[in-house]
């Protein structure tokens, strides 16, 4: 594991400390919540130049806001990027780095198991401006670059992927996709910037639903992308345009929880390894997928790129839905919800939560059993969340000997 000392102790104190100062008034010792939808100013010169870029200052709400600084210096410097930009979801963070540098005839190269809205846009909206897409087996990182050499413009990935935890080695795919000149984005939404840091590994750029782990609490929608000033600025002029931009209220509440991301994945992590264990030995479940177990396919890869394995496993249980539909509502300490990376625990079955978007069919191709479990374990006391998975297995044994 690389895990670097010195590293990980100024990530926990940027988690607190990054993008607050310089927006702080009235010696308050927090961020205010500015909800001004514009700014006010008695020189018309100044105002020019502020609108026109010559100096610092915020004129419009869609175009910038002093929370919504604060919350994108933070995950800027967390992510050791030079500029990031933020919007009002993650679907928005993607789409909108995905169509500020497409256009018709460019080839997008990918993989099959991106998040279920991401593959949309692959399969459904980029086709129709006439973007090629070429999504290869998940895994398979010669099938990709076999893809990627071809020649195209853009390389997508995301990793460890929704909901089978699957790894693709970042720094491979992004060398393969620098010898073409393509650019190269990467999902980091699962990893958190606490457990990766794909700019290091050769990505271009990255990006996150902060709806999930760096906002962690499940009350605020939000996406962001970080890279170089010169490829963020096209992706700022693109959203101040196209107007999703994220809301006050919602950058204040990602900014408030991202000061214990670091805690709080730390925890999550360890969570997600027992439960994956103790998963391992029901007699009921088929399958674990967790980066952090040696029977992982890509471990190796998860134990070179990342801190730590990440919050995020999922189960395939014996019986398929009718045993997920029996297990999931004799859980006490657990949401059913489509969400993740929140404090609590969190279970849902990809039918109706990563892969909704997709048939029967396409999950069936995609290698995703209708028994499928997808699991984010918050921070709770593990004695807790084992003990309450152990009465909901026994339940789940009781009600099929009654069969
Ligand atoms: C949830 C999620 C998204 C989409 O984010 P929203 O904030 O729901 O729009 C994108 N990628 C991954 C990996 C996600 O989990």
């Known amino acids: 594991m690389n895990s670097d000392k010195e590293d990980i102790l100024r990530f926990g104190t ?6 607050e100062k310089e927006q702080r008034v009235h010696r308050a010792t927090q961020v205010p919540v500015v909800v001004s939808v514009s700014y006010a100013y008695e020189d018309m010169d100044e105002w020019y130049d502020v609108a026109t870029g010559k100096k610092p200052g915020h004129i419009y709400g869609r175009n910038t806001n002093p929370t919504v600084t604060a919350f994108e210096d933070k995950v800027r410097t967390l992510e050791k990027a030079e500029a990031a930009t933020s919007f009002s979801s993650g679907m928005a963070a993607i789409s909108n780095t995905l169509y500020t540098f497409l256009r018709p005839g460019d080839r997008v190269v990918s993989i099959k198991d991106t998040y279920g809205g991401t593959n949309k846009i692959f399969t459904e ?52 996709a620098k010898k073409v000149g393509a650019l190269v984005v990467a999902d980091n939404t699962f990893a958190s910037p606490v457990n990766q840091a794909p700019l290091s590994l050769g990505v271009d750029l990255v990006l996150h639903s902060a709806t999930k782990f760096l906002g962690g609490h499940a009350d605020a929608l939000g996406g962001v992308v970080c890279g170089s000033k010169e490829l963020v600025e096209q992706i ?20 408030r929880g991202m ?42 890869i998860a134990q070179k790129q990342m801190k730590g394995f990440g919050g995020m496993l999922s189960f ?16 006490k300490y657990a949401n059913c919800a489509a969400n993740l990376g929140s404090v609590e625990t969190t279970y849902g079955p990809a039918r109706t939560t990563s892969h909704v978007e997709v048939t029967p ?19 709770e ?11 909901a297995f026994d339940h789940l044994t009781m009600e099929i000997s009654k069969k």
């Not at 069919?361 to 918050?378: C, N």
């Not at 006391?381 to 009465?391: R, S």
């Open 361 to 379: 069919e396409e999950r069936k191709a995609l290698g995703i059993p209708e028994g499928l479990v997808r699991v984010s374990a918050g921070i």
């Open 236 to 255: 700022y002029h693109y959203r101040e345009i196209n107007g999703a931009s994220l809301a006050p209220w919602d950058a204040y509440l990602l900014l």
């Open 259 to 300: 000061k214990t991301l670091k805690l709080r994945v730390r925890q999550q992590a360890e969570n997600a390894m027992q439960i994956a264990h103790f998963l391992e030995k029901q007699e009921l479940v088929e399958a674990v997928y967790y980066p952090g177990l040696k029977t992982h396919l890509h471990h190796d």
């Open 316 to 331: 395939a249980l014996k019986g398929g839905m009718e045993s997920v539909s029996i297990l999931l509502p004799a859980l």
């Open 381 to 391: 006391d593990i004695e807790d969340l084992l003990a309450d998975l152990g009465q």
């Open 14 to 19: 940027e988690a607190v400390w990054a993008g």
């Open 125 to 176: 909206f980029l086709p129709n401006i006439n973007v090629d897409v070429t999504l290869a087996d998940t895994g398979d990182h010669a099938a990709l670059e076999f893809e990627i050499q071809k020649g195209c413009q853009l390389v997508y990935i995301e990793t460890p992927t929704n909901p089978t935890l699957k790894i693709t080695d970042i720094e491979r795919i992004a060398k393969a």
